[in-house]
């Protein structure tokens, strides 16, 4: 449960610092009734450049991820069809560092860097 708040408080921290970026959209909050682990932070790049920035954040020695891919783009499981939502995610999400260690200091940093990204290039 300690980890858990942490995690939390981080995930607080990256939403009040990056609501305000129109180029990019953050989590929605919780529906009433909901727990989460916030074991992801994940950002969804509206401009096409999700890549672009998760290089620029490993430049400033900030690892990101992006999870997970769709089923459907996957030969071997044989699912066909038009699924535009988990293609969008899959191409423009992209999960910060999340978790109980990282101290204010550095997501405050990460922020920092996201928002100078957007600045020079969105």
């Known amino acids: 449960p300690v980890f858990m708040e942490k995690r939390e408080a981080v995930h607080k921290l990256y ?23 916030y074991y992801f932070y994940h950002i969804q790049i509206k401009n096409g450049k999700r890549d ?28 066909e069809g038009n ?10 999400t992209l ?4 978790h109980q260690s990282l101290t204010r200091n550095e997501v405050e940093m990460i922020i920092s860097k996201v928002r100078e990204f957007g600045a020079k290039k969105c």
Do not use: M, Q
Request: with cysteine; glycine share 10%; net charge negative.
């Open 15 to 37: 939403n009040e610092g990056l609501k305000e970026l129109e180029w990019l959209d953050i989590p929605l909050p919780l529906g009433d009734g909901c727990k989460s682990s």
């Open 52 to 79: 672009e920035l998760a290089h620029y954040l490993r430049e400033a020695g900030i690892y990101t991820t992006y999870r997970y891919f769709p089923l459907h783009r996957v030969p071997y499981y044989g699912i």
């Open 95 to 98: 999960c910060l560092p999340i």
């Open 83 to 92: 699924f535009p939502g988990a293609d969008y995610a899959a191409d423009n």
